[in-house]
């Protein structure tokens, strides 16, 4: 097999030459056919985020066929399209696993993080965190459901029922969850960067009821914001543009500190929420109903060999929508 490895945090991924790995009781082997580059990718390369095992394959938005069975799989067959997300592994037996809180679990295992991920030609995982995909749809577009949309989904479930939805950063996840709100017949007010037309004219055209800068005040109050960019200093303005009771949610696995703000913002009942991983039911739910939802994910490819440059694009901004490996 082929993969893009870090061996070292901080610097470009080294395109290597490893041996086939081989799955061992209750893990499948998957050919992977393409692997959506996240922005938690960044936060592991870049070391953001804390303890990586190192060497390490990124990458955790993975499409692909099972071409080996360990033993006691069951469920599953050679040949199957399965999708890998960033929850690998769970402890099964802490207090979080045990009350349906397993995102929170303990002892997790993350794909791309604390395992071998997917920016590679094959890779190895706990079937029991493998999604079935069944045969439609293309690779390249499922990729980024694999966690721009589960996350998604599980942030839109946290923000509530509100009508008026504000979605803070409009990458991967939100183009997806704006498609995913409107379906459900919410109104969508997109943020970007202050100046960024040309994202906020790509929202439009995703049919959301409003777009403009993090720096402006919707022209309608909001019931809930999901805050996707790694940005602190977008809660309090988020917090500025919920209604009484409104929610803030922090859909990032990592962000920059949030700065002070006065107690006035959070008053009147207005909560300050994040979101940790995902269930393994979230992401049966999201891709059960993903069919009806008529979602189109917006990609750019790379081959594998270039995911170096696929994370500098991410990291500058360079494209709208998602980024998708193809080996």
């Known amino acids: 097999m082929h993969a893009m490895v870090m061996k070292e945090l901080g610097k470009p991924l080294e395109w290597l030459e490893l041996p086939d790995p081989l799955p061992q009781a209750g893990e499948i082997r998957v050919k992977v ?13 870049d070391g953001e985020l804390p303890h990586p095992q190192v060497p390490i394959i990124p990458g955790h938005e993975i499409v692909g066929r099972i071409d080996a069975l360990g033993s006691g799989v069951k469920d599953l067959e050679i040949g199957q399209r399965v999708g890998i997300p960033w929850l690998g592994h769970t ?11 397993e995102n929170l679990c303990d002892r997790p295992i993350f794909t791309g993080y604390t395992r071998n991920g997917g920016f590679a030609t094959a ?31 599980r942030s839109l479930g946290i923000a509530g029922e509100g009508k008026n939805l504000g979605l803070y950063g409009f990458g991967a996840a939100a183009h997806i969850l704006a498609q995913v709100a409107k379906w459900q017949g919410r109104s969508v007010y997109a943020f970007t960067q202050p100046g960024d037309l040309a994202t906020q004219d790509f929202a439009r055209s995703l049919g959301v009821t409003w777009a403009g800068g993090s720096d402006e005040r919707p ?10 960019a790694p940005v602190g200093a977008l809660v309090p303005l988020a917090l500025k543009s919920v209604r009484k009771g409104g929610r803030v949610v922090c859909a990032g696995i990592h962000m920059s500190d949030i700065p002070s703000f006065p107690y006035s913002l959070l008053w009147e009942e207005r909560q300050l929420l994040s979101v940790a991983n995902l269930t393994r039911q979230d992401g049966l739910d999201f891709l059960s109903q993903m069919p009806d939802m008529g979602i ?9 060999q270039q995911a170096n440059e696929a994370l500098a694009d991410l990291r500058a901004g360079r494209f709208d929508g998602a980024a998708v490996l193809l080996p």
């Open 219 to 228: 022209p309608q109050e909001l019931d809930a914001a999901i805050i996707f």
């Open 33 to 45: 056919a393409a692997c959506g580059v996240c922005r938690t990718d960044l936060h592991v390369v």
């Open 296 to 304: 189109v994910a917006k990609t750019t490819t790379y081959p594998l």
């Open 91 to 101: 402890c099964g037996v802490c207090p979080y696993c045990k009350t349906q809180h």
């Open 123 to 153: 890779t190895v995982v706990d079937a029991r965190f493998a999604f079935p995909l069944g045969d439609k749809g293309s690779d390249e577009s499922l990729a980024p459901l694999l966690c721009a949309g589960l996350i998604g989904w």
